[in-house]
């Protein structure tokens, strides 16, 4: 009875469950680079943890919200952390990418708002429920649901929430926020904030708009999606081998995975697996991707902080049990078995195929193999490249907290490789139910 006394504003189901740990793990993990990268760097500064605690609570908010209220607030608090975060690094560059993610994060929320003002003017309702009861009225008789605030607000409402998942083409704001900030910010971007605004995402698509005329490929949001996914994935993919810094392809990297992610999101239309795919990808993600990071952060120190391809020539000669950990993790990031990513991939290609979107499986796996190139091309200089005559090559640090955080990634990633099978069951058990308010 206490938790049903939450509802509509939050929803406390399976779905909310899994991805609270999900994110716990995201905010876990950026804690303890945190505690090797600040001090190092010399930008200890007591408001980050604080600060990643504000946005860990509104992302976990933000995937329990069943009201567009709620879903507005948790969204802003969640955001709001991030933007100080981001701009911690005494640096022009982090002011600059502070500064381009708040306001062009302060916009995509103003469109949301303004999806949320249509929506409610159309049906009446702020719940996500009952947006969902009153779209499925239209064309019945006695329907005062007009048909274009919907369009209109579902529309606004794809904008604000792709926007978040900083899916092409919005994602302009991604390579500067995640090469401005401290690292550690930037994994607890890329896992949390884009596991978060997934997590909301399915769940507005999934109630509010889960009508049959909404969901179908000629009528619906499906197209849209599939669109931005096939965008996200080849424009990130072409843009992330040409970049010099490592840091930046991971950005670019994080697009692309945001596509392939979105793959799943469109095979809920017609797979029972749909759901079931993007959430336990998001799970493979999350610690592939906080390996990777973190592996970048262990192969710099103070003055020699590891950035760009050049920087790490030759590290694996220097220190092979850095470069060993970067390649395990840029590994599963490629999807090359038996790491996590491997079967975060082949889950949701599947539920594509299983909802015939052969095309887009297609591509998503045509993109996997051209995303290969840059993970690989990490691997190349770290393995067989000596560092060019008077460059200054990354000296990796010495931090406790990091290499446990590597050690449990490493873990993690292993784990959901080898034995996906139990971590895949608790997320067929998270699938959203639609219930009656």
């Known amino acids: 009875e206490g938790l049903e006394a939450t509802r509509p504003y939050l929803v406390m189901d399976r779905f909310t469950v899994f991805f609270c740990f999900v994110l716990s793990l995201g905010g876990a993990f950026a804690a303890l680079l945190a505690g090797g990268y600040l001090p190092e760097h010399d930008i200890d500064r007591s408001e980050f943890f604080p600060l ?59 469109l949301l708002l ?3 003002v249509l929506l409610y003017g159309a049906t009446a309702h702020t719940d996500l429920v009952g947006i969902g009861q009153a779209i499925k009225t239209i064309g019945q008789p ?8 919907v369009l209109l607000g579902l529309t606004l409402t794809l904008v604000g929430l792709t926007f978040k998942i900083s899916a092409v083409p919005f994602h302009m704001w991604t390579p500067d926020a995640y090469e401005g900030a401290p690292t550690p910010a930037t994994s607890f971007m890329a896992v949390a904030v884009k596991a978060a605004a997934f997590a909301i995402l399915l769940r507005v698509l999934v109630v509010a708009f889960g009508d049959d005329r909404l969901t179908s490929w000629g009528t619906g949001w499906p197209p849209a999606l599939a669109t931005l996914a096939v965008l996200s994935m080849t424009v990130a993919n072409v843009v992330a081998g040409r970049q010099s810094s490592v840091k930046r392809m991971l950005a670019y990297s994080s697009i692309a995975h945001a596509g392939y992610a979105l793959v799943g999101v469109v095979a809920t239309m017609r797979s029972a697996d749909g759901q079931a795919s993007v959430l336990f990808y998001l799970l493979t993600y ?12 262990y192969c710099g120190s103070r003055g020699a902080e590891a950035t760009s391809y050049e920087d790490l020539a030759g590290i694996a000669k220097r220190h092979p049990a850095a470069a060993l950990a970067f ?17 975060g991939k082949l889950y949701v290609f599947r539920a594509a195929f299983d909802a015939e979107l052969y095309v887009l499986a297609v591509v998503g796996l045509l993109n996997s193999l051209i995303g290969a190139y840059y993970y690989l091309r990490v691997m190349v200089f770290m393995y067989m490249r000596e560092p060019a005559p008077g460059a200054q090559p990354a000296v990796p640090m010495k931090s406790a907290f990091v290499s446990s955080a590597l050690v449990l990634a490493a873990v993690l990633v292993f784990a959901l490789g080898i034995a996906p099978g139990w971590s895949l069951d608790m997320a067929g058990a998270a699938k959203i139910v639609v219930s009656a308010k």
């Open 327 to 343: 390649s395990l993790f840029l590994l599963s990031l490629a999807g090359l078995p038996p790491t996590a990513g491997f079967f």
């Open 52 to 110: 990643l605690l504000l946005s860990t609570v509104g992302a976990m908010t933000l995937v329990a919200a069943g009201d567009m209220l709620s879903l507005f607030v948790a969204l802003e608090t969640m955001s709001l952390g991030v933007y100080c975060m981001v701009g911690l690094r005494r640096s022009p560059r982090a002011a600059e990418a502070a500064l381009k993610y708040f306001l062009l994060g302060s916009f995509a929320a103003a």
């Open 286 to 297: 999350t610690v592939s991707t906080v390996g990777a990071f973190g592996a970048l952060i």
């Open 142 to 149: 006695g329907s005062t649901v007009p048909v274009a605030p």
């Open 114 to 116: 303004f999806g949320a």
